[in-house]
């Protein structure tokens, strides 16, 4: 499909686990994004990435690592999951350098609850 | 830093009716955009506004910016229960010295009622 995806759509896990939810997009944008989404705050940049092999951190990095080898695919690992990541997780993506335009395209989305 | 308010953050209008939901930010920026998200579902671009005075406007909904208020308006317009739904504003400030990510307002649960 195109576009952008998320997965898993669901997911619940343990305190301590680790947690890897993937997204992917079919544009060739160049720049990809993680928000969490918790009542409250809104949407909190994690991590973002312009170009395969060049992240940064965002608002709110601890207890997360990305990675981006390719240019379409853009994991997100929680080392070790706590009850404070259980929140709904949104990658985005975006076409042209932020310094020019900057509107970002959504996937559907990872809700994730940590037990 | 940016920071980007939205008020209200809840708004119940009955059909019919006119409002406005307001987005300030706090840094120079010319860029600023506007989401809207169902429950339980993604964020969907709404409109772009990419420079001072800048107007758009779909349907029953019109957005607007102001960049040297550092404000954004969205209007609506003889609400339907079809625009329930939350609202963000978004501002990234547009520096060419490297990437700016979007900062998001914290969004504007609308309901309408019949």
């Known amino acids: 499909d195109a576009g952008i995806t998320q997965s898993p759509r669901y997911k619940i896990t343990e305190t301590g686990r680790q947690v890897t939810l993937m997204c992917h997009q079919t544009?060739?944008?160049?720049?990809m994004f993680w928000y969490r989404q918790d009542l409250g705050h809104g949407l909190r940049l994690i991590y973002y990435s312009a170009a395969a092999d060049i992240t940064d951190k965002g608002e709110v990095p601890d207890g997360y690592v990305v990675s981006r080898s390719k240019t379409e695919n853009f994991p997100l690992t929680l080392e070790s999951a706590t009850r404070s990541q259980t929140s709904v997780y949104f990658c985005a993506s975006s076409d042209i350098a932020p310094w020019v335009y900057n509107e970002q395209f959504f996937g559907p989305g990872t809700r994730l609850t940590v037990l | 830093e940016l920071k980007v308010e939205q008020n209200p953050l809840f708004l119940s209008m009955q059909e019919g009716k006119n409002y406005t939901i307001y987005c300030n930010y706090s840094t120079t920026s010319d860029r600023l955009y506007w989401y809207r998200q169902d429950p339980g579902k993604s964020l969907e671009s709404l409109f772009v506004?990419?420079?001072?005075?800048a107007v758009k406007q779909e349907g029953r909904l019109m957005a607007s910016l102001d960049t040297k208020a550092r404000l954004s308006t969205l209007h609506i317009t003889a609400a339907v229960h079809d625009l329930s739904a939350t609202y963000f504003c978004?501002?990234?400030?547009?520096?060419?010295?490297?990437?700016?990510?979007?900062?998001f307002g914290k969004g504007t649960r609308l309901s309408v009622i019949a």
């Open positions: 978004a501002v990234d400030t547009g520096e060419e010295s490297g990437n700016t990510p979007l900062v």
């Open positions: 544009w060739s944008h160049s720049y």
């Open positions: 506004l990419l420079s001072n005075g």
